[in-house]
C-alpha cells in the first residue's frame, strides 16, 4: 500500500505560480509512474500530467497547460511536483497525485494509489 500527501496548494491571482508536492510512503517510489490530476467543480476529474518511472525521462502533459506547467521527480525525496506557471482562473481546482505500477506510453493509464487533494484557487 503507498500512501500519498499532496501539499502546496492556495490561492493565487491568474498570472501567478505555485508548486505542488506530493510525499510518498514507500521506499520504492522510483519504480512507480507517478500523474497529477484535477477536479473542478462539477466537472469530471481530468489528467492533467504524468513521468516515467525511475528517471523521469518521459513526461506527459494535457494540451490545456503544456508550456506553463513542469512535472518532475525526486526518488531521494520520494516525492513528484508539479510547478505551475502563469496560472488561469480555469486552472482552479482540486490536485491529486497518483501512483501507477504500469508505465503507459502516454498521458492517460490506470493509476492503483491517489492522494487526497490539495486546493489550487486562481483568481482573476
Known amino acids: 500500500q503507498v500512501q500519498l500527501a499532496e501539499s502546496g496548494g492556495g490561492m493565487v491571482q491568474a498570472g501567478g505560480s505555485l508548486r505542488l508536492s506530493c510525499a510518498a510512503s514507500t521506499v520504492t517510489f522510483g519504480r512507480y509512474r507517478m500523474g497529477w490530476f484535477r477536479q473542478a467543480p462539477g466537472k469530471e476529474r481530468e489528467s492533467v500530467a504524468a513521468?516515467?518511472?525511475?528517471?523521469?525521462?518521459?513526461?506527459y502533459y494535457a494540451d490545456s497547460v503544456k508550456g506553463r506547467f513542469t512535472i518532475s521527480r525526486d526518488n531521494a525525496k520520494n516525492t513528484v511536483y508539479l510547478q505551475m506557471n502563469s496560472l488561469k482562473p480555469e486552472d482552479t481546482a482540486v490536485y491529486y497525485c497518483a501512483a501507477s505500477t504500469l508505465n503507459t506510453i502516454g498521458l492517460n493509464t490506470r493509476y492503483d494509489y491517489w492522494g487526497q487533494g490539495t486546493q489550487v484557487t486562481v483568481s482573476s
Open positions: 513521468i516515467s518511472s525511475w528517471s523521469g525521462y518521459n513526461k
